[in-house]
């Protein structure tokens, strides 16, 4: 996916910052641990010195999409939309740590994000 694309159609008011990951990509000489949690520290990093105090939407693809959740479900008050492509909780089942067979996907993301209502 070319978020470059994705940005020519937003609104001319709105801002986008597409981050790589760190060790992948322009952040590849960055140091690691390369794990999920360092990267959603990352990513909350970045929308705490962007975001000019506002909470903004979030969105990853693939392995992004799980680094946005993590990220999302530790600071909920940086995030007021997410949108995970290609990853995300519909895809615990083939995780190591699956959801009971008894939990929705939905169920995971609203107690994971802390999502009102």
């Known amino acids: 996916m070319s978020f470059r694309a994705v940005a020519r159609h937003l609104p001319a008011e709105w801002s986008m910052y597409a981050r790589d990951l760190r060790g992948r990509g322009g952040s590849a000489a960055v140091p690691g641990p390369y794990v999920i949690g360092r990267h959603a520290a990352d990513v909350c990093r970045a929308a705490e010195e962007f975001g000019h105090g506002r909470p903004?939407?979030?969105?990853?693809?693939?392995?992004?999409?799980?680094?946005?959740?993590?990220?999302?479900?530790?600071?909920?008050?940086?995030?007021?939309?997410?949108?995970?492509?290609?990853?995300?909780?519909?895809?615990?089942?083939?995780?190591?740590?699956?959801?009971?067979?008894?939990?929705?996907?939905?169920?995971?993301?609203?107690?994971?994000?802390?999502?009102?209502g």
């Open 56 to 116: 903004g939407a979030l969105t990853g693809q693939s392995l992004g999409a799980y680094v946005a959740l993590r990220g999302a479900a530790d600071r909920p008050e940086l995030f007021d939309r997410l949108l995970l492509i290609d990853g995300g909780p519909h895809q615990a089942q083939t995780d190591a740590r699956p959801a009971p067979p008894h939990v929705s996907p939905g169920a995971v993301a609203h107690a994971s994000l802390r999502v009102p």
